[in-house]
């Protein structure tokens, strides 16, 4: 058995940014050379979340706006800030397997891989991408 693992970076543009990562997710299963098996993608930090959606406008735009209903920005949080991207991001989750056939990632038609970052200001993330099988 394999692993593989690469880091990915991206700029965030701040608060419910969410970011089409299919493609560089892709591209690391591809050049591992794993035909079948595994891919994790995980972010190390407490406010950016990893999940799956169908990465249209209008969608996006839905996501975004049941973040906020369900965890409001205005709410009254005992961490000061950025209490609700904290929790935010709990909700989410900080990872996400997919299974790999033929080398190929095993999605949905209309699902692709996101990277929301829920902080309140811009960043610089660091993705990890740990791909295992054979």
């Known amino acids: 058995m394999k692993v593989i693992k690469k880091e990915l970076h991206i700029k965030t543009m701040g608060e419910i940014d969410v970011i089409d990562i299919t493609g560089m997710v892709e591209g690391v299963v591809k050049d591992s050379g794993i035909k079948n098996g595994l891919v994790t993608v995980f972010i190390p930090g407490a406010t950016g979340a990893i999940t799956t959606i169908e990465f249209e406008p209008n969608l996006v735009q839905d996501f975004k706006d ?68 054979e």
Not at 96 to 115: C, D, E, K, R, Y
């Open 66 to 133: 049941v973040l906020e209903k369900l965890v409001p920005k205005t709410g009254r949080y005992r961490h000061p800030i950025n209490g609700h991207s904290h929790l935010r991001a709990s909700i989410l989750g900080p990872s996400l397997s997919v299974p790999i056939a033929n080398g190929n990632l095993i999605l949905g038609t209309w699902q692709q891989i996101v990277f929301v970052e829920l902080d309140v200001r811009p960043r610089s993330r660091r993705l990890i991408v740990q791909v295992v099988g």
